[in-house]
Every structure is written in structure tokens, then in C-alpha cells.
């Protein structure tokens, strides 16, 4: 194994990492948020964000009571070899998908908005032209990316409400504290924790990162700002538009943008807000295809995953385009199925999680039973 | 924009060959890359050159599929 491959992230930059991969999703999902949870929009928030790093738990901690802390080569001692194989399977799918969507969801706004005479193949090609070489350099320079970004993507996002502060409507606050009804923080919390779960992804590859057992913890530390960020964005988009105009549009947060008018030489400034969050959605598609190349590696028993990128890469590019026939029919998925979808994924790790404790598999009897 | 892209095709299996040369990587190997870079090669081309409004695109099946469990999942069944 070359020195390349054994390079590991810090824990550090793994929830700056988190961050970036939420942030790029969660641009998203203002407005079916919104649409679902109304005022309440910013408790479903924080309640998904908690309940979702129960999941990670449960992956990180099975994880780590392996011999060799590594869940793709050791699962097959949890669950027998051909169960493994397929759930590797499924999570390759979902992982590329994933990545594909969102690339696909990104570029489709692009072209409507800032490129209208551009080819959309054009835009999806370099991009993943540029993800796929991202990937080949490994997860450190997808994480030092990220880090390198985190800063500036934190103090920008907070800067959004304090632009728009003076044009907010403060009468409608009271309705943030008074308006809770169950039902609909049941039905926004179970379609908003899979955004958040969906970083269970770093559990997949914790091979590649260091002092595992602070895992849990740097995840939920990076979704946390995630939510940090989002949680004043959500507010001020409601109280700028109110909860029913905000459902309807279909990226909400750009609207709010594009509100920004701060001085004479403030105006316009949405794409550099967008610019920032292109580098987040980088960020996320490059974790999806390099854990989908490390899962191709894996099924294929290829040594390193560096050897199919390319071949994955070209099908990313075919893939985005075939995904959807155009960017209703996207929408309608992120609405519709995509959570549905998710939450089959996301059980797998606590699947893992609850047959290693009925079958009290772990710690020493996994590593006497390996000869480690 | 088929000549772009049989170049492209061409420039990757030609970047593999000398990539997995260099590393004299077992003959397996060789299968494996170019068993999937082939089939990936046909898929695009066919996505992007083939008229495929007939087929269903992936949404379309994860939509039919996923869609009753987050009816279920979120209580709107």
C-alpha cells in the first residue's frame, strides 16, 4: 500500500468536512421546509439535527468495535459476506445517486438562472471533470478544501440576515414560539433527518480518518454548524416572505439573496453568495464519488479506488443527464422521493449496530475470531 | 460532438492503459478497469447520442418505489 493511500484526515477537518457536505445539500431543502413545517421550521431543524446523529452513532460505534475499525472489510463478520456485498451494493447506488442529484439539481439552477444559452452537458462535464480530479488527489485534499473554505462560509452565511435586518417583517415573530402542532414537526423532522444522516457516509471510510473515536463527535459538531447557519437563514426567509410564498418558490434562499441591498455598492450580490455555495456542493459530490469509488474498489476487490474513478466519473456524467428529463421531475423527487429512499440507507448502519449486539460481536471476540 | 467524445473515450482508456502499465498491475486488474470503463463508455454514449425519452429515468423508478414509504414515514398515507 503506498504512502498515498494511507494519508488520514484530522477530526478537525472532518467536522469542517460535515459542514460542507450539509451546507451543499441544504441549500435545497429551504423550501420543502418550509412548505412542511411553516414557522416551525426551525425547531423541525434542530430536532432532525439531533435525532440524526443517532444514526451516526450507531454507525460509528459498530464501526469502531471491529477488528480493523473498517466496516466495508470487516461488516461481512456482522451481517455473513453476501449480505454485506449487497448492502455495499445499495449504498454504492445511493452514494452515486446522491451525488448525481445533487450536481444535477445544482447545474439545472445554474442554466435557468445565470447560463440560460449554455449547454447543460457542458456545465456537467467540467464540473465533474474537476470532481473527479479533486477525488484522484484523495479525501485529505477534499477535506483541506474544505477547510480552507469553512471560515469564510460561516461568517459569509451569518452575514445574510444582518443585511436583510431592515427589511424584515418583525410582526410575525410571535408565530415562531406560538405555532407547534405535532403532526407537522412529525412529518418535517422525518423528512429533514436524512439530510442530516446522510453523513454517515464518513462512517464508510473512517479507514481514512484518524483518532476514531472522536467520530460521533466532530460529525455532529460540523452538522451543528450546518444548522447554526440555517437556522437565522430560515427565519429571515419567512419573515421576508412569509411561510406560503417561500413554499412555493423552488430555490427559496437564492429569492432571499437577490433581496440583499445593503449600499449602492452592495447590490447584486447573490452570485457571490452562490459562488461560495458551489465550492460546498464541490465538496459534497467529491465525498459521494470518492466513497462510491471506495465502494466500486471494495465489490470489485480492486486495491485502489484511484484505478476506476475515471471509468465511475463517465458514468456520473451519463448519469446526471439520464437522472431526470428535466428539472421538474427533480424537484418532484426532492419532494416526493428522495427521503424515502434515504431512510432505507440510513437504517443500515443501525441494522449493523443492533445484529453485532444481538450476536455480541465486537471488541475482543471480533478480534480473536480474525486472529488479530 | 460524437468525435469529442469518442476522443475523450479514447483518452481515457488510453490514460488507464498507461496508468495500470506503469504500475505493473496484474492482468485481472486490467480486466476489471476496462470491463467497466466499456461499459460505462456505452452507457453515456447511449444517454447522450440515443433517444431515450421511451425508457423510464431513474427518478421516474425511485420515485414509484420510495414514494409510498415517505407517505408512510411522514404520515400522509
Request: with cysteine.
Amino acid at each position: 500500500m503506498s504512502m498515498r493511500q494511507l494519508e488520514q484526515i484530522s477530526q478537525t477537518q472532518l467536522m469542517m468536512t460535515t459542514f460542507m457536505y450539509g451546507f451543499g445539500s441544504h441549500g435545497f431543502i429551504v423550501t420543502p421546509l418550509v412548505k412542511i413545517g411553516n414557522y416551525s421550521s426551525w425547531f423541525i431543524m434542530i430536532i432532525a439535527n439531533l435525532l440524526a446523529m443517532l444514526f451516526i452513532w450507531a454507525g460509528a460505534s459498530v464501526t469502531r468495535k471491529l477488528p480493523s475499525q473498517n466496516l466495508l472489510e470487516d461488516g461481512k463478520l456482522i451481517v455473513g459476506k453476501w449480505v454485506h456485498y449487497g448492502v455495499l451494493l445499495y449504498m454504492l447506488y445511493f452514494f452515486f445517486h446522491l451525488g448525481a442529484f445533487i450536481l444535477r439539481h445544482f447545474v439545472d439552477f445554474l442554466i435557468q438562472t445565470y447560463f440560460p444559452t449554455t449547454p447543460e452537458e457542458v456545465l456537467l462535464f467540467f464540473f465533474i471533470f474537476v470532481v473527479v480530479v479533486a477525488v484522484r488527489y484523495g479525501f485529505e485534499s477534499i477535506a483541506r478544501f474544505a477547510q480552507l473554505i469553512f471560515f469564510l462560509g460561516v461568517v459569509m452565511s451569518l452575514t445574510i440576515p444582518v443585511f436583510l435586518f431592515k427589511d424584515i417583517d418583525f410582526d410575525m415573530a410571535i408565530a415562531f414560539i406560538n405555532r407547534f402542532e405535532p403532526l407537522i414537526i412529525w412529518e418535517g423532522v422525518m423528512y429533514v433527518i436524512p439530510w442530516y444522516a446522510d453523513a454517515i457516509v464518513f462512517v464508510l471510510i473512517m479507514q481514512m480518518i484518524s483518532e476514531k473515536a472522536k467520530t460521533t463527535k466532530s460529525i455532529f459538531i460540523g452538522s451543528a454548524f450546518t444548522t447554526l447557519i440555517f437556522f437565522p437563514f430560515i427565519i429571515t426567509q419567512v419573515l421576508m416572505f412569509g411561510p406560503h410564498f417561500t413554499a412555493d418558490m423552488t430555490i427559496a434562499g437564492v429569492e432571499l439573496l437577490r433581496q440583499i441591498s445593503f449600499a449602492n455598492f452592495i447590490e447584486n450580490i447573490d452570485p457571490v453568495y452562490i459562488s461560495l455555495w458551489l465550492t460546498a456542493i464541490f465538496v459534497k459530490i467529491s465525498v459521494c464519488l470518492l466513497v462510491s469509488s471506495t465502494l466500486a474498489a471494495k465489490l470489485l476487490q480492486v486495491k485502489d479506488y484511484r484505478r476506476l474513478l475515471n471509468a465511475l466519473g463517465l458514468c456520473f456524467f451519463g448519469f446526471s443527464i439520464h437522472m431526470s428529463e428535466n428539472y421538474s421531475e427533480t424537484f418532484e423527487f426532492l419532494l416526493e422521493g428522495w427521503v424515502g429512499f434515504a431512510w432505507t440507507v440510513i437504517l443500515l448502519p443501525v441494522l449493523y449496530w443492533l445484529v453485532a449486539k444481538i450476536r455480541r460481536i465486537g471488541g475482543e471476540k471480533a478480534k480473536k475470531s480474525t486472529g488479530v | 460532438m460524437i468525435l469529442l467524445y469518442f476522443l475523450l473515450c479514447i483518452s481515457l482508456f488510453l490514460y488507464e492503459w498507461n496508468d495500470l502499465h506503469k504500475k505493473n498491475s496484474k492482468k485481472m486488474t486490467y480486466v476489471k478497469v476496462f470491463g467497466l470503463l466499456t461499459v460505462t463508455a456505452l452507457y453515456t454514449g447511449w444517454v447522450l447520442f440515443v433517444d431515450i425519452s421511451f425508457v423510464p429515468t431513474p427518478n421516474q423508478i425511485l420515485n414509484t418505489l420510495f414514494q409510498p414509504v415517505q407517505q408512510f414515514l411522514t404520515l400522509r398515507w
